[in-house]
């Protein structure tokens, strides 16, 4: 069985090598979105009878794993270093990436932040990030 828990933080980010706006310093209402498997727990009385894990627990992880580290925070490659060396002296909260902060490089990031904290027995199917309504990535450890 399949079950989804959704978050949203507000983050900045830049392309730096964009051809568009996307090169500017710029925000985000990011939706991120974990699909996680595992079988509906079966145990007379166990408080997640029912549930391949409760959406409760589901969302801790995401909160201190993706949403603690990057909401109101900035998203700057280590390669962009005029932007980070501004940011940093800014603010408090900075996720410096390998790689530009695409939506892609971001899925792939939140993916591996929650992957090991799960509950024995669930496993991690996918995560997608929203940049925007209207464009996304999803990444299932492949
Ligand atoms: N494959 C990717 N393409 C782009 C990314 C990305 O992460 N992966 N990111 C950007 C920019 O950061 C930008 O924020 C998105 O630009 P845009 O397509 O203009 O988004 P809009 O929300 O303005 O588009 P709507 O169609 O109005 O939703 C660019 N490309």
């Known amino acids: ?3 989804s828990r959704k978050i949203e ?13 996307c090169n500017q310093l710029h925000g985000h209402r990011g939706v991120i979105v974990a699909t996680v498997e ?3 727990i079966e145990r007379d009385g166990d408080a997640e009878e029912g549930m ?6 589901l969302r801790q992880i995401m909160d201190e794993h993706i949403h603690d580290l990057l909401d109101h925070g900035f998203a700057v490659w280590k390669e962009d270093k005029e932007d980070l060396e501004f ?13 530009p902060p695409t939506a892609e490089y971001l899925a792939k990031w939140a ?14 199917k996918n995560l997608r990030w929203y940049e925007t309504p209207n464009n996304w990535a999803d990444y299932d450890g492949q």
């Open 9 to 21: 933080i507000d983050y900045g980010h830049t392309l730096p090598n964009s051809f568009s706006f």
């Open 38 to 40: 595992g079988p509906v």
């Open 87 to 99: 940011i940093l002296r800014r603010n408090s909260r900075v996720l410096v990436t390998d790689e």
């Open 111 to 124: 993916f591996n932040q929650i992957m090991g904290k799960l509950p024995e027995g669930v496993t991690l």
């Open 1 to 3: 069985m399949l079950i």
């Open 52 to 57: 391949v894990m409760d959406f409760k627990f």
